[in-house]
């Protein structure tokens, strides 16, 4: 994971534009007399590649003081050269066979995820991947009840209109697991609050330690 953090000194932004900033085409001076050009898209445009990297996109300011814009990402990791780096070994479980089901879009959250499940079942786990909801609703369909142990969702995957054909094929099954950014938690929460079937959440980006906590 990194980190990046763009700072300034400027003019900064106050409470009511920073909860717009990120819609497009919002523009903080829209009048025809404005010094600044743009189309108010280049900060969402910015969030959703920073999200489909498994990362989420912050910002913090202060009029008259500035501005501080952060966002992380998940690159894959390589082990050192030297043969004098030492790192503690990664936890892992002992366990029986393990089967997760994953809905996800983002290709390097594909990637992280099943680095992260082999390192810790080792060869006792079994992956199925779904790119869009009908995929997912369909191995779910073929899959028997009790088949997996727990169920990965990106948010991005789900929407209001599908969450409840989706929650009917889920029933049997193990585990829920929304994959989330932080922003979007209480968005989540809202969609299954009517429902009998419950949920857990792991903040994007993903972690080996954040999926070991789910286990």
């Known amino acids: 994971e990194i980190v990046f ?12 534009h920073q ?12 009048s025809a007399t404005r010094t600044h050009s743009g189309t108010g898209l280049g900060v969402v445009i910015s969030q959703k590649m920073v999200e489909m990297m498994g990362g989420a996109i912050k ?5 008259n003081k500035g501005t501080c814009v952060s966002f992380n990402v998940i690159l894959d ?24 089901l994953v809905a996800v879009l983002e290709e390097p959250t594909k990637r992280v ?12 786990v079994e992956v199925k991947w779904a790119d869009e909801i009908e995929e997912l609703i369909q191995i779910l369909k073929s ?9 990965f969702i990106d948010t991005s995957v789900v929407s209001e209109e599908n969450l409840s054909l989706l929650l009917s094929f889920l ?34 980006p993903i972690s080996h330690q954040k999926i070991l906590e789910v286990f």
């Not at 995820?113 to 006792?124: E, G, Q, V």
């Open 5 to 16: 953090k763009i700072t300034d000194t400027g003019e900064g932004i106050n409470k009511t």
């Open 19 to 30: 909860k717009n900033l990120f819609n497009a085409f919002y523009q903080i001076d829209s």
């Open 59 to 63: 910002l913090k300011s202060d009029p």
């Open 77 to 100: 990791s390589h082990p050192s050269p030297s043969p004098r780096a030492t790192t503690p070994p990664l936890r892992t479980l002992k366990q029986k066979e393990t089967n997760v």
């Open 113 to 124: 995820m099943t680095s992260h499940l082999r390192r810790i079942f080792k060869d006792a």
């Open 143 to 151: 899959s028997p009840p009790g088949h997996f142990t727990s169920t």
């Open 171 to 204: 029933k049997g099954q193990g585990e829920v697991i929304m994959m989330n950014c932080a922003t979007q938690r209480s968005r989540i929460t809202n969609l299954f609050a009517e429902s009998e079937r419950k949920c857990r959440f792991v903040i994007k």
